[in-house]
């Protein structure tokens, strides 16, 4: 068969997708990336800096154009500069995120919170320990309004660390102790970020790094970890379950809603909505089979590890869910939602429903969703939703979906391995298991879709090492089947005789890219349980397609919480030695690991087991030559 796109995506679904939306003339991200090209080679570099009104000015690399910029500002601390604030919008966007789920804890403590729940009132009491907050003779609600207070004085300043840093091991704590990088706040890191980065500031291009660590820091075991606790508090902590993935999870004779976007706070209401007797009634009344609900980036990740909610696909997908012409709505949240949407939607049936006041998007028809009012507006669009089933035209859904499990959170995982991580360490200290490695991140149409993720994650189960992944490459990695148990035969021998035993696949998918967080959970409960640091573990990170400014932050946080990790695109940070340098190498010496960026997956596989095996050796396990 002729597949002209082969080249953007080994993806079948968006390969005939591709074709589809070219016929219907839709442009794509992929067309728009090719009509940036060339990109900026400064920008690439990290070399452009627009921080004030003097500039915008650049450094010439080749030495032969200007070294400074107006202010006197040289390569390495613009670079640093612009490193800075990409983790900062990063740390920024999750902690934000998490903040709109501790206003609902809130909310649902003072009885304002119409429709949501206390799901996890074990977690609740556990949390709230962590955080001092007394649960004795009182109710989840008020435990709820007393956690969410306590929570919001980590966003502030008035503390001297924040509190979830205490799940890191004790070594680790120290090293950032010593080093100064203990996060104090959560908004206070990111706030301190972009004042230091204000022309005339820090110039240290050392000490502006060490603060993106604790800025990082922040987001990892505080912003990030506070939206997963929250979340699963408010919407139950997750259990494996069976799901189902890509583009043929939607239903040609029933109406289908597809909700993107990151915070679960809005698509949980909707789900309800979608399941309500009313509205099953009224779609069977429009001659739909009833209502589909599916995902596309992480607001599906967290309904799929709650509710096994299919995923129709990962960021470089959602254009092309909508040329299916067969979605009667996409309602959004906020982050990672391309503002071209709502055009390809145009081109069909399909409403598109912005549902945040911190996020428009042009073309959108606005439903602002608030705790008090979320249970109806979600009816509201709900009901929408399925009377615009009538103006359906033809559908393509070309594939059949991909089955899959999903829902691992670190409890889960530890009830699976009996009850605590034991088996787990046994098998690894045994030589069954190398080691495991997170593979995170979204697509970039700078690599061909998929195509990092995948590769990367066959490469590493046929070595005996277990993959955890979350976002769009927990997609990408259950498309291509990698989570059926089933699939365990894909695995080496050892890997596969765990898988069998356990009965879960190969590959575990633990989340949304907030739920990183339970990757470090996870790493420290090994490292305790070893009586090591995490950077002594042998495992490893990967985010093999990233692009968002919120991935920059997750790498920035797993290596400076110990973990080795590779990046498949550039950051752009090549325009200083010293930095490149810095992160690759001399992180080694002060968070005992360091990045390393290979966009090959088969060489980054080659690196990681590299790795994986050197600290076996060094922990005096078994270990072989890569
Ligand atoms: O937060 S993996 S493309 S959807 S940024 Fe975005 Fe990247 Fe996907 Fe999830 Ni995470
Ligand atoms: Fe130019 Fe300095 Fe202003 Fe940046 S901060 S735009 S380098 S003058």
New binding site residues.
């Given amino acids: 068969m002729n597949k002209p796109f082969e080249n953007s995506t080994i993806c079948e679904d968006s390969q005939l997708l591709l074709q589809k939306a070219a016929r219907d003339q839709i442009e794509t991200v992929w067309e728009r990336h090719q009509a940036q090209q060339p990109q900026c080679g400064f920008c690439e570099m990290g070399l452009s800096c627009r921080n004030c009104v003097m500039g915008p000015c650049r450094v010439d690399p080749f030495g032969e154009g200007p070294q400074k910029g107006v202010c006197g500002a040289d390569a390495d601390i613009i670079v640093a500069r612009n490193l800075g604030r990409m983790i900062a919008a990063g740390a920024a966007s999750h902690s934000d995120h998490g903040r709109d789920l501790v206003d609902v804890l809130g909310e649902v403590g003072s009885g304002n919170g119409s429709g949501y729940q206390i799901r996890d009132p074990e977690k609740l009491k556990r949390v709230a320990a962590e955080y001092g907050v007394a649960t004795d003779g009182k109710d989840d609600f008020q435990i709820a309004a007393g956690l969410a207070d306590a929570m919001k004085e980590d966003y502030g300043c008035k503390q001297k660390s924040i509190t979830l840093i205490s799940r890191a091991p004790a070594k680790r704590q120290e090293l950032w102790n010593n080093l100064g990088v203990t996060p104090r706040g959560i908004d206070r890191e990111t706030s301190e970020m972009m004042h230091r980065t204000h022309m005339g500031v820090d110039n240290d291009w050392q000490s502006l790094l060490l603060h993106g660590v604790r800025n990082a820091l922040s987001d990892g075991w505080g912003g990030s970890m506070i939206a997963t606790e929250v979340s699963d508090i408010l919407f139950g902590t997750p259990t494996p379950r069976a799901t189902r993935f890509n583009v043929g999870v939607l239903a040609k004779d029933q109406v289908n809603i597809i909700v993107h976007g990151?915070n679960p706070v809005v698509s949980e209401m909707v789900l309800h909505a979608a399941q309500s007797e009313e509205m099953l009634k009224l779609a069977e009344s429009k001659g739909a089979k009833g209502i589909n609900l599916a995902g596309v980036?992480?607001t599906g990740?967290e309904l799929l590890m709650r509710h096994g909610v299919a995923m129709a696909g990962?960021?470089l997908s959602t254009e092309l869910v909508l040329s299916t012409g067969a979605v009667e709505m996409m309602l959004v949240d906020y982050?990672?939602i391309m503002p071209s949407l709502a055009t390809v939607a145009s081109c069909y049936h399909t409403k598109m429903i912005s549902t945040s006041d911190k996020a428009r998007f042009p073309g959108m028809e606005h439903q602002e969703f608030h705790p008090e009012n979320a249970a109806e507006t979600a009816m509201t669009v709900v009901r929408q939703a399925v009377e615009n089933f009538a103006n359906r035209g033809e559908a393509f859904i070309p594939v059949d979906s991909v089955d899959a499990l999903g829902g691992f959170s670190v409890e889960s995982i530890v009830n699976a391995l009996g009850g605590s991580p034991d088996p787990l360490i046994d098998a690894i200290k045994a030589g069954k298991i190398r080691g495991a490695v997170g593979i995170?991140?979204?697509?970039n149409p700078k690599i061909k879709q998929d195509h990092g993720h995948v590769s990367l994650a066959q490469r590493l189960i046929e070595n005996d090492i277990l993959v955890v992944d979350?976002?769009?490459?927990a997609v990408a990695n259950a498309k291509a089947g990698f989570k059926m148990t089933d699939a365990a035969e894909l695995a080496g021998p050892g890997l596969q005789e765990i898988c069998g035993a356990l009965g879960v696949p190969p590959v575990l998918h633990m989340g949304?890219?907030?739920d990183n967080v339970r990757i470090l959970v996870l790493a420290s409960a090994l490292a305790n349980a070893l009586n090591v640091d995490i950077s002594d573990l042998p495992i490893a990170g990967a985010a093999p397609e990233?692009?968002?400014e919120?991935?920059a932050t997750i790498g920035v946080y797993f290596v400076a919480s110990g973990v080795f990790t590779v990046l498949g695109p550039m950051p752009p940070i090549t325009g200083s030695l010293n930095i490149v340098n810095l992160l690759t190498e001399g992180l080694n010496d002060v968070v005992g690991a360091t990045f390393a960026v290979e966009p090959d997956p088969e060489k980054a596989a080659i690196l990681i087991r590299r790795h994986i095996e050197s600290k076996r050796k060094a922990l005096g396990l078994p270990a072989e030559d890569v």
Avoid: D, I, L, P
């Avoid at 995170?440 to 697509?443: D, F, Q």
């Fill in positions: 990151h980036c992480c990740n990962n960021h982050q990672c995170v991140g979204c697509n979350t976002g769009c490459a949304s890219c907030v990233w692009y968002s919120k991935a």
